[in-house]
């Protein structure tokens, strides 16, 4: 599946939008960045408070960077897939963290925590949400000898 190309004309009016909300923004890195250096606590135990922990903060990290470089993972396009090219590239996001949670012996939580760093939308999160993970962990644990395959029509 190759990601849509976006054509010139689609450049020149999202350049033309950019332009003008630029025009009166600043760098949102550096604002965040002097809040920082003002705060009369520590930013990081705050974040760590607020996000579950440290090791849970860092998980995250370390997840995000596996993700970022793995094609399922990659969100460089996501916004300009087609419907189909969307779903697709939601299901090779889903098999992807399976096969990592396999590989890694990784636990329920921490597919959990890499389908949200994914935020791959498009419709599969249904699908996923109320069947699909629940099925594969049945089959994994036994609680089923197998997955009925419906016929192709």
Same mark, same amino acid.
């Given at each position: 599946?190759?990601?849509?190309?976006?054509?010139?004309?689609?450049?020149?009016?999202?350049?033309?939008?950019?332009?003008?909300?630029?025009?009166?923004?600043?760098?949102?890195?550096?604002?965040?960045?002097?809040?920082?250096?003002?705060?009369?606590?520590?930013?990081?135990?705050?974040?760590?408070?607020?996000?579950?922990?440290?090791?849970?903060?860092?998980?995250?990290?370390?997840?995000?960077?596996?993700?970022?470089?793995?094609? *399922?993972?990659?969100?460089?396009?996501?916004?300009?897939?087609?419907?189909?090219?969307?779903?697709?590239?939601?299901?090779?996001?889903?098999? =992807?963290? *399976?096969?990592?949670?396999?590989?890694?012996?990784?636990?329920?939580?921490?597919?959990?925590?890499?389908?949200?760093?994914?935020?791959?939308?498009? =419709?599969?999160?249904?699908?996923? =949400?109320?069947?699909?993970?629940?099925?594969?962990?049945?089959?994994?644990? =036994?609680?089923?000898?197998?997955?009925?395959?419906?016929?192709?029509?």
């Amino acid at each position: 599946m190759a990601a849509r190309q976006v054509d010139e004309r689609t450049r020149q009016l999202q350049a033309a939008s950019t332009a003008l909300v630029t025009k009166h923004a600043e760098d949102p890195k550096q604002d965040i960045i002097e809040e920082r250096r003002r705060a009369t606590f520590d930013s990081k135990e705050l974040c760590y408070y607020l996000n579950g922990g440290k090791d849970k903060v860092e998980r995250r990290a370390q997840f995000a960077a596996v993700l970022a470089k793995t094609p *399922w993972g990659n969100k460089t396009n996501q916004y300009f897939y087609t419907r189909e090219e969307e779903y697709v590239h939601g299901l090779r996001c889903a098999l =992807g963290i *399976w096969q990592k949670m396999q590989a890694d012996k990784l636990t329920m939580d921490d597919g959990l925590m890499m389908r949200v760093l994914a935020d791959s939308p498009g =419709g599969l999160e249904l699908h996923i =949400g109320v069947s699909y993970l629940q099925v594969l962990t049945a089959v994994q644990t =036994g609680c089923v000898s197998h997955v009925p395959v419906l016929p192709e029509d």
